[in-house]
């Protein structure tokens, strides 16, 4: 409850859920739901809600003025234990999935290393979506909308979808002009991606397709390979396309669609204390990711499903 009384004095402080969402780096729909959560558990309304604007109820000022101090103690108290304990050292562990690791994090990894000397840290890589409170890790970097209330989250960046063929494919079956042609092509598809949605520039209507692929494979890499060899088309994260896209290996299908995207989350437990270590592994992370050039986010976006 207490992440969710700090939440209420950020929006309050913000002035939206917006800008609240932004500001802490939540989802707008997290910070929602944390909030109903919250007044459900006191039986008032806290706030009153616009798109653009949110102002507390009279319950809600009165609580918000109570617990201002409290947060602020706490944020306080926080930076006091850290300065009492020194320096920045110790074990995280972090789950994270296996390309997203090794391929795009592994030089906030060496770099964080080098910052922090007495630190060291235990990577779990896995495509599967691991028991992150069970495994006693730290943290987890997951890709795709969390649904988990019991986690707290902060996103990371954006990775934007791509549909990609070899250049031999698309001589031998043409290149397709739209989503009616496309579902026509052979699929190569990466799990759990079971949906691919497209969005018509000249229209704006969004197209859902399931398609019956020729190769099903939870590696994104060798689904990447396997476009290469000229199997089919893929749907494919732009972070693991973007070199074959560069030497001409692939070749983007129906380029001026608006990409897919799915959302990267550093999550840990809600009620679980960070130490100095993992918070500061969490700026590093952050800070990195802000700076990728394919991390960024979207205008006009439709997301995938999770993972």
Not at 82 to 97: F, H, K, Y
Not at 161 to 177: T, W
Not at 286 to 306: I, N, V, Y
Request: glycine share 6%; hydrophobic share 45%; net charge neutral.
């Amino acid at each position: 409850m207490l992440d969710d009384l700090a939440l209420f004095v950020a929006i309050v402080e913000a002035g939206s859920l917006n800008a609240a969402a932004e500001k802490e780096g939540l989802p707008t729909a997290t910070v929602t739901r944390r909030l109903q959560r919250l007044e459900a558990s006191l039986g008032y309304r806290l706030l009153h809600r616009s798109a653009r604007r949110t102002q507390p109820t009279a319950e809600g000022a009165q609580y918000y003025e109570q617990c201002r101090p409290l947060v602020q103690a706490l944020r306080q108290a926080t930076l006091r234990l850290d300065a009492t304990l020194g320096a920045i050292e110790g074990t995280v562990r972090v789950l994270a999935p296996v390309n997203f690791a090794s391929e795009i994090l592994a030089p906030a990894w060496s770099s964080f290393l080098e910052r922090y000397p007495l630190v060291q840290l235990e990577l779990e890589l896995s495509n599967e979506v691991q028991d992150l409170v069970g495994s006693g890790a730290d943290l987890a970097i997951r890709i795709g909308a969390q649904a988990d209330s019991m986690l707290t989250q902060r996103k990371l960046g954006d990775v934007r979808l791509v549909l990609a063929a070899a250049p031999a494919y698309l001589e031998r079956h043409g290149m397709p002009r739209n989503a009616a042609e496309l579902a026509k092509h052979a699929a190569i598809a990466t799990l759990p991606l079971r949906e691919w949605r497209l969005r018509d520039p000249a229209s704006g209507v969004e197209s859902v397709l399931r398609p019956e692929p020729r190769v099903r494979v939870n590696e994104v890499r060798l689904a990447v390979m396997m476009a290469e060899a000229g199997l089919g088309i893929v749907l494919a994260p732009e972070l693991q396309c973007h070199a074959s896209l560069q030497s001409g290996a692939l070749q983007r299908v129906l380029p001026g669609w608006t990409p897919q995207f799915r959302t990267v989350y550093a999550v840990w437990p809600q009620q679980r204390y960070l130490p100095a270590r993992v918070r500061a592994l969490l700026e590093h992370l952050a800070a990195f990711t802000a700076r990728h050039p394919l991390l960024s986010g979207f205008d006009e976006r439709t997301e995938g499903g999770g993972g």
